[in-house]
């Protein structure tokens, strides 16, 4: 199901794009996650109550800043996706583990109307980046949204590409760790064309906020199953589907 745009109407090179990163406390991170951003696109860092002088940082690299009082990695993408005025709206990761130059391929496919949100799959570089705990939650939960969307998706991380309007048409409404596969469920619900890309996964600048232990990943793997169990299209709870 193609999703009908604006962008439609406009040539590649008309065509803006944005790159959402929520931020907390990665002043460190920030200066190699700048660079990356590919020539043209435009950087949106939501500061979502950092005490290290981030927001100053980015600013200065030149990144447009919103900030975020409300605490959560849903919270601070939302607002970045609603303080966002580009056609193409990509989100990334600001702890140097994902590379913003990889989404490239992601917005090429968006912009060529070959699908409607792009996901990347993340791809260890070295041990220790992706801790076994974290992967573990994160394929059970692949395996769960294969049941209620059909999709056959093998990671849901926060690498991504979309239409902004149709992002925000979604309704999303998860604050926290549950946000990523909300988009993913709403936009299956919705039949949009979901693809999937490798990308390599770096060891993390700094400490996870998330899934650096095993109870930050058993409460995302509990917001995310939340999600799963939201009402499907035809009034079926998903969790069953």
Known sequence: ?????DTDEKSPDEVSVEVVLPCLDEAEALPWVMERIPPGWRALVVDNGSTDGSADIARGLGARVVHEAQRGFGAACHAGLTAATADVVCFCDCDASLDPADLVPF?????????????GRRRPQARGAWPAHARAGNLALARLLRRRTGLRLHDLGPLRAARREPLLGLGLTDRRSGYPLQMVVRAADAGWRVAEYD??????TGTSKVTGTWRGTWQAVRDMSRVLAETGPCGVEGSSA
Do not use: T
């Not at 199901?1 to 745009?5: D, E, L, N, R």
């Not at 917005?107 to 996901?119: P, T």
């Open 199 to 204: 990308v390599p996964y770096l060891p993390r």
């Open 1 to 5: 199901m193609k999703i009908p745009s």
């Open 107 to 119: 917005v090429d496919r968006i912009m060529a109307d070959e699908a409607d949100l792009v996901l």
